[in-house]
């Protein structure tokens, strides 16, 4: 019997097979959650329906999360079906890409700031309020996927690190706000993995190798890697965890310095 049975969770961003998202929803499968998707439109509905149906999952549903409708319409959805919720999974970030070519400041407008801000931040705290009936006297966990740059300034990211910035604020701010229902938030800061997503950010490539290079566990993360660390953060083990930032980086994260390592022989 798996840490999550009994679990129900919502997984929203999930876009192909190699998304993080994805390997949050394979984790908490093998731990026993019964899972629901949403996806962003027809497009993704087609990649993203089969993928829930290999685990199982029989609710599938549009979500916009720009769009507050939709956002309605799918907790709605979940209580007619369910009743109940106990995860929810927020792994939704975007900018328009002419906001991450070029400098910060040559780059940043003010509707791509807009852009970056309400879609990767704001719409966690939709997804949280959507959540809270649902997640009554269930000792619920909200997560959401942030980034080194949110904290650090990283080449080609520009305003996404700002609203990752403001998305690990928003994790402190709703874990005092909602903890005292029982309600758990928290976030895992990942290392870099080629996403979907992460093809839109310049250098990135460099950015995989750097990373393997410096991390003390010289190699890269995995979907798999933060799928396990998720699985734990939305579990009852980690009951006494909310409000906090994981790293799963590999330890990047903690070098201050390096040197160039020499040839061995």
Not at 228 to 237: I, K, R, Y
């Amino acid at each position: 019997m798996g840490f999550l049975t009994g679990k129900r969770a919502f997984i929203v961003g999930v876009a192909t097979d190699r998304s993080i998202a994805w390997g949050i929803a394979q984790a908490m499968h093998r731990e026993g959650a019964e899972l629901a998707f949403s996806y962003v439109n027809d497009k993704m509905k087609e990649r993203v329906v089969p993928l829930a149906e290999s685990l199982g999952a029989r609710l599938t549903m549009p979500l916009d999360v720009t769009d507050d409708a939709q956002t309605d319409a799918a907790f709605e959805r979940l209580r007619r079906e369910w009743g109940q919720l106990d995860v929810v999974v927020h792994a939704v970030a975007y900018a328009p890409r002419e906001a991450l070519t070029g400098t910060f400041v040559e780059a940043t407008s003010r509707e791509g700031f807009r852009i970056a801000h309400d879609v990767s931040s704001y719409s966690l705290t939709a997804l949280a309020r959507g959540a809270r009936p649902l997640m009554g006297g269930r000792q619920g966990a909200v997560l959401t996927l942030s980034y080194l740059g949110a904290v650090r300034s990283i080449p080609g990211y520009n305003v996404m690190g700002l609203a990752k910035a403001s998305l690990e604020a928003n994790v402190r701010f709703l874990a005092a706000d909602l903890g005292p229902s029982g309600i758990r938030v928290n976030g895992i800061s990942a290392g870099p993995i080629k996403t979907l997503a992460a093809a839109g950010i310049p250098g990135f490539r460099k950015m995989l190798g750097r990373v393997a290079e410096i991390a003390p566990l010289r190699r890269n993360v995995t979907p798999e890697d933060v799928g396990n660390a998720a699985a734990f953060l939305c579990s009852d083990l980690a009951a006494g965890i909310t409000g906090e930032i994981l790293y799963v980086d590999g330890g990047f994260s903690t070098v201050g310095m390096s040197f160039p390592q020499e040839a061995e022989g």
